[in-house]
């Protein structure tokens, strides 16, 4: 039983934002595409898990757990009366190497160990369970989501923590063939209580390279035309609400200023003007929580991102009308 929802990662949505809004340097166009490959081994891995079943077991995803004064991302922890497993899950492709703690591909060494990492990960949870008063034993795997893949190794001891793709579905099945009663629930509930925001992101786009704007959803361009309600793609046809590219707009701003304030000015700027202060105001009051501080007020966006504010305001009088870009 999956416990919370995969959300695109925030590093993978500032990239997102900022490509749509600049042109990349050639590091940022390579820092995207390998959020991207990673987060798309991990909706693979869910879809997999989906299928092999998972009603005996709890799956946190995509988690920052805080032991001790350390933070720890964890991309999948599954959760059963017996143990708990870590799955860190990569989604390498082409001829692996492993010696003497190094990795290799083609020949060139790789700057991370991911056997250390496992290991790591693995030790936090084995803290957290020596510092609670429920005992859980841990175990850990690296899962090679991509058929592309191949590990040769000396080394012996690795075996028994990779999972390649033609294994996964027996190894998923061995996983779920188990028990989640009250114990699990009460591990669940301590690794819930541990769960923390992702304090590692600390992206700030420079806002002088930003294209303002608002621009349309399926084929990025700026060319809109405004209607009363709408605005209408001049270069692809779709049509879109004021209210969707308000929800854009803000959903950009959130990543591409994480943790700074939203205000009315800062989204003005953004859109270029392209929406009227009252209209602007209205939207704000219906998707953003507000909180007052004196004579200021800050606003924070209600939901995780564009995609997750689009599914609240599905069924609204003025519709969308998406020209499907080839
Ligand atoms: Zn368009």
């Known amino acids: 039983m999956f416990i919370n929802y995969r959300e695109i990662p925030v590093e993978l949505l500032y990239y997102n934002a900022l490509s749509a809004r600049s042109e990349l340097s050639r590091n940022e166009k390579y820092q995207m595409k390998i959020l991207k490959k ?45 143990k708990v497993t870590v799955n860190e899950i990569k989604n390498f492709h082409g001829d692996y190497h492993y010696t003497k703690d190094d990795w290799y591909r083609n020949g060139t060494s790789l700057e991370d160990d991911a056997f250390a990492q496992l290991r790591r990960a693995k030790g936090k949870l084995m803290k957290l369970s020596k510092n609670s008063s429920v005992k859980f034993e841990v175990d850990a795997a690296l899962i090679f989501i991509n058929d592309d893949f191949r590990l040769t190794s000396e080394n012996d001891g690795i075996w028994d923590k990779v999972i390649v793709r033609s294994h996964l579905r027996s190894y998923l099945h061995s996983l779920n063939n188990s028990q989640k009663g009250d114990k699990a629930k009460k591990i669940a509930n301590i690794i819930n209580n541990n769960k923390v925001n992702n304090i590692y992101f600390n992206e700030k786009a420079d806002i002088n390279r930003l294209r303002l704007g608002i621009y349309c959803g399926e084929c990025k361009s700026f060319k809109q035309v405004k209607r009363r309600f709408h605005f209408t793609c001049s270069n692809c046809g779709t049509t879109e609400t004021n209210e969707t590219h308000f929800l854009r707009a803000l959903s950009d701003h959130k990543f591409l200023f994480y943790n700074q304030p939203i205000t009315k000015k800062s989204i003005l700027y953004l859109i270029n003007n392209q929406l009227t202060k009252s209209t602007l105001a209205r939207f704000m009051n219906a998707h953003c929580n507000i909180e ?18 689009l599914k609240t305001t599905a069924g609204r009088r003025y519709k969308n009308t998406i020209v499907k870009f080839e």
């Open 38 to 82: 990673g987060f798309e081994g991990e909706c693979l891995y869910d879809k997999i898990f989906e299928e092999t079943g998972h009603s005996n077991v709890y799956i946190f995803r995509d988690v920052y757990l805080k032991v001790g004064n350390t933070v720890t991302q964890y991309d999948s922890i599954v959760i059963t009366d017996n």
């Open 292 to 309: 007052k501080r004196g004579r200021s007020s800050t606003h924070t966006f209600k939901y995780y991102d564009f995609n997750d504010a």
